[in-house]
């Protein structure tokens, strides 16, 4: 029978360590204390390195939010734009084609987009979150006070 060991987790720090898109840097959560921490990747720190490997159960790699993240939050981003030139513009940043940018510098241009860019990102990130949560078991104390798994 599984039992319930109740850790506080810093929401702030789960939600920095999922968004941080520094490739360099592996984020982990500690099951034990709720502690989240990072560990440079390039890292050949062996006691580091052979904690985390002798205690799998305990310590949670947090997936970094990468390229491909990005890439596919404005490919859905830009299978519901409806304005052609803008949809032509990030088809092309999508597809490597000049103009290059960042969709963020091609967004300032469209504030509503914007702004639509923003809570689809949000969406999309809060969604992963969840998803891994409960692939990991994790779940809030709100949702074993009311028996259901609420993020």
């Keep these: 029978m599984a039992t319930i060991h109740s850790v506080e987790i810093l929401w702030e720090d789960l939600i ?3 968004t941080s898109g520094q490739l360099d840097t592996a984020y982990y959560l500690d099951r034990l204390t709720g502690e989240i921490f990072s560990v440079p990747s390039t890292s050949e720190n062996s006691e580091v390195r052979q904690q985390l490997n002798s205690n799998g159960e305990r310590f949670l790699e947090i997936p970094p939010f ?6 596919q939050i404005v490919a859905e981003f830009v ?7 803008l ?5 092309s940043l999508l597809t ?13 241009f469209y504030p509503h987009e914007e702004e ?3 809570l689809l990102k949000d969406q999309f990130l809060s969604r992963r ?9 994790l779940i809030t104390a709100d949702a074993v006070l009311h028996g259901t798994k609420h993020i």
């Design 129 to 137: 979150l969840k998803n891994w949560m409960e692939e990991n078991n």
């Design 66 to 71: 990468d390229y491909r993240s990005e890439r």
């Design 16 to 18: 920095g360590a999922f």
């Design 87 to 91: 949809r032509n513009l990030l088809q």
């Design 79 to 85: 299978a519901e734009i409806t304005d052609s030139e």
């Design 116 to 118: 639509r860019f923003a």
């Design 96 to 108: 490597g084609k000049r103009p290059f940018g960042k969709v963020e510098d091609i967004l300032a």
